[in-house]
């Protein structure tokens, strides 16, 4: 089982990013801790600390459930692009590690999904 983020512009050629449920989980740990938190903190992923303190413009993918919930609206993903592409630019510098690697190649293909949205103004579809 697996999760698959794409646009929902119908195009079933259109680009899309997909992980394992284990997988979306790690590159959203990467992300949280991108961000400066630890994602196994927060409620919902273990912890008690509440999702409204934390202040991200990563919020909409990152207290996103795996399977359920709605679809992330043009103007979440017009506010999640600038951040995701500056944690790329700051990240592909360190390292070659193979994992770390992986994530930033998970973000630019999320990067590449989220700028098609924009184009197409379609919402980001979670199947």
């Known amino acids: 089982m697996g999760l698959v983020l794409f646009p929902g512009d119908g195009d079933v050629t259109s680009p899309d990013v997909f992980w394992s449920c284990s997988g979306f989980n790690m590159f ?3 992300l949280a801790q991108a961000e400066g938190f630890t994602l196994a903190e ?3 992923f273990g912890g008690d600390r509440p999702q409204s303190s934390v202040s991200t413009p ?3 993918l990152l207290d996103h ?3 359920d919930g709605p679809d ?3 103007a979440q993903c017009a506010a999640m692009l600038p951040r995701l592409e500056a944690i790329i630019d700051q990240r592909q510098h ?3 590690d193979s994992v770390l690697q992986r994530r930033i ?3 630019r293909q999320l990067v590449t999904v989220l ?3 924009l184009d197409k103004d379609v919402e980001l579809i979670f199947g």
Do not use: E, N, V
Request: with cysteine; net charge negative.
């Open 28 to 30: 959203r740990q990467w």
């Open 42 to 44: 927060m409620h919902g």
């Open 58 to 60: 990563l919020a909409p």
């Open 65 to 67: 459930p795996d399977d």
């Open 72 to 74: 992330l609206t043009p």
């Open 94 to 96: 360190d390292g070659s």
């Open 105 to 107: 190649d998970d973000a």
């Open 115 to 117: 700028r098609l949205c």
